[in-house]
């Protein structure tokens, strides 16, 4: 989140007292909670399931060098979102779970599935779930789905987008989908061209796949409602087993006729962005440009261009953001260097280079604004493209 709230902000505000005052009333009555699909009970898929397909638990190696655990452990982890304790071992205990909820129904407002027969939503280590995932609304119902469904979530984050909604179904369609069972991913509204697109290119590579739009004024009941998740106890360590990444990039870049070869340099410009734009970024383009860099910026309009800058890279440089989701592409080996306000560092990109081979620096710049619009010292960026461009 770019502009961190107090804990006094989020409880003394319109929307948070909105939402009590629905919960005290229409929440507790149960023939308005379904007329108006509002359901603020919140329930564990693994109490939900009527069948466990995966249930794996496991110390995963993190693959963080020594300076890389104290990075994290000191300073993303007042930023990483919802963290649990850790302390910066080489190891970090992860769930992996897939559940199928049955009967369920699916809420396009919320994009969550409710469990009808333990009366809830569910969702992971939560008893009563926030307005993100509660609201009151009158829903259409559209016709009833057989088979299994897969409820995509509803984003318009490019990162999230990659790494939430799309690796995770190339994962379980490689490893545990049945041969001949249909599967059908419901859509809720997305403006990322490149989640519709990752859609259709899963429809066509995977037999049985289709991609149907939920809207978020309907609901719709279905057979069996599949539930996918990776919980390593920080929101910023995705699924990102290099093997569904990698198929995933290969769906793109075929789809974009692009190779993967080359040895590109990547100055990601954040542009016009009004969260988190480099203050002296010409500057430090000069000197990016003395190395060999291109500059770069992504728009909803040249996704082609991102696959293949990316699937091309030697090296990256980027200001922390959504657009980074684009290592995806990279092949392993490629040097990235992200750049970071001091006043906020995330894990996020750390922990997705270590799963794919990629060699991650980071730079930390001087404190952000409320946008987080930073500085970064210009010799810093020398020092480390001399440091990486050197013989090994």
């Keep these: 989140m770019a502009r961190v709230k107090s804990g006094f902000r989020k409880r003394f505000n319109i929307r948070y007292w909105r939402w009590r005052m629905t919960r005290a009333t229409i929440g507790r009555v149960g023939l308005l909670r379904r007329h108006f699909s509002f359901y603020p009970r919140g329930v564990d898929p693994q109490i939900a399931a009527a069948l466990v397909i995966e249930d794996r638990k496991a110390e995963m190696a993190t693959s963080f060098t020594p300076e890389e ?49 333990k009366g809830g939503v569910v969702i992971r280590d939560v008893e009563w779930v926030n307005w993100n995932f509660a609201k009151a609304k009158r829903l259409h119902t559209l016709p009833a789905l057989a088979g299994r469904c897969l409820l995509l979530a509803r984003t318009d984050n490019y990162y999230h987008a990659l790494f939430e909604d799309l690796v995770p179904v190339v994962d379980y369609l490689e490893r545990f989908h049945p041969r001949g069972l249909p599967l059908t991913l419901l859509l809720p509204p997305s403006r990322l061209e490149s ?36 919980d390593a106890g920080n929101a910023e360590w995705s699924f990102a087993e290099a093997a569904p990444v990698w198929r995933l990039a290969e769906l793109f870049r075929e789809h974009y ?46 996704h082609a261009e991102q696959v293949r800058l990316f699937s091309q890279a030697e090296m990256v440089i980027g200001v922390h953001g959504a657009g980074l989701g684009n290592l995806a592409f990279c092949r392993p080996g490629t040097q990235v260097i992200e750049l970071f306000p001091e006043n906020f560092t995330k894990s996020t990109y750390l922990w997705l280079s270590k799963r794919l081979g990629l060699d991650y620096h980071w730079l930390i710049g001087g404190p952000g604004d409320y946008d987080q619009a930073f500085t970064l010292n210009e010799g810093l960026l020398r020092s480390k493209l001399e440091e990486l461009s050197a013989p090994s």
């Design 257 to 302: 006729r692009v190779e993967p070869r080359g040895a590109q340099r990547i100055f990601f410009s954040r542009g016009s962005s009004k969260i988190r734009r480099l203050l002296n970024e010409d500057a430090l383009w000069d000197i990016a440009k003395e190395h060999g860099f291109e500059r770069f910026e992504a728009r909803g309009d040249n």
């Design 195 to 230: 989640l519709h697109l990752g859609c259709a290119l899963l429809e066509q590579a995977y037999p049985g796949v289709r991609v149907v739009a939920l809207p978020d004024d309907a609901k719709v009941a279905v057979e069996e409602a599949l539930w996918l998740s990776f």
């Design 69 to 117: 655990c104290a990075f994290v452990r000191d300073r993303c982890w007042p930023y990483d979102t919802l963290v649990r304790e850790w302390t910066g071992g080489v190891t970090v205990p992860v769930q992996e779970l897939a559940v199928t909820v049955k009967p369920a129904e699916l809420l396009g407002h919320v994009s969550r599935i409710f469990a009808p027969g």
